[in-house]
Each structure stands twice: as C-alpha cells, then as structure tokens.
C-alpha cells in the first residue's frame, strides 16, 4: 500500500473531526478549514491508489 494513501486517509480523517467540531462549536472558519482537508486527503489518497494501480500493472509484465 502506497504512502500517500494512507496519509490522504489520515488526512480526510483529521478534516472530519475539524468539520465536526466546526459544526457543533459553530465556527464556520473551522468547518470550511475541515472540508477542505477532507478534500486534499482524498486527492492524495487518489494519488497513491494510482501509483498502486501503475505498480501493480508494471509488475505483471
């Protein structure tokens, strides 16, 4: 499993809880702050299962 997979997990999950609390302390800042991690984390881990995918395939030739 690719690194950035696993830091773009951590990353939507980090984003998550900043959303939360957002929400339930009302800080809009904070909630956007947290959809934005969520997004950035999703790219990367995007990113890694790519370069998994790009492995996987290079090592069947």
């Known amino acids: 499993m690719d690194e ?3 830091k773009g997990s ?8 900043k959303e939360t ?3 339930a302390t ?3 800042s904070m909630e956007h702050e ?3 991690d969520q997004a ?3 790219v990367r881990k995007s990113y890694g299962e790519a370069k998994d995918t790009a492995r996987d ?4 030739k």
């Open 4 to 6: 950035d997979r696993i």
């Open 10 to 17: 951590a990353e939507k999950a980090k984003g998550k809880v």
């Open 21 to 23: 609390v957002g929400k």
């Open 40 to 42: 950035e984390g999703q």
């Open 34 to 36: 947290g959809k934005a």
């Open 26 to 28: 009302d800080d809009k």
């Open 57 to 60: 395939i290079a090592d069947k």
